[in-house]
């Protein structure tokens, strides 16, 4: 995956991000990609689901959390 490397800009900077990213690119690999192999998904072959998942259902997984709230902003010196 190119988002290990620093070359493209869809590199993580924090480590948070790139566990969210590789997370939900194992989840669609598994669950919502059919493999010409097996003509099926992953999980579908090891009985996990009974469906292919549409990106809607793996995003609907995703917690939503209220945002944090932010400190005040530090006024700027007029001189």
Do not use: C
Not at 12 to 17: A, F, L, P, R
Not at 22 to 47: E, I
Request: aromatic share 10%; hydrophobic share 35%.
């Amino acid at each position: 995956m190119r988002r290990f490397t620093r070359l493209t800009k869809g590199f993580s900077k924090k480590i948070e991000n790139l566990e969210h990213a590789v997370a939900l690119h194992f989840m669609y690999y598994n669950f919502g990609r059919l493999h010409k192999t097996l003509r099926l998904t992953p999980a579908m072959q090891s009985g996990i689901a009974d469906h292919v998942w549409s990106l809607e259902e793996i995003a609907g997984l995703v917690k939503e959390e209220a945002p944090k709230k932010r400190g005040p902003y530090k006024k700027k010196n007029s001189n």
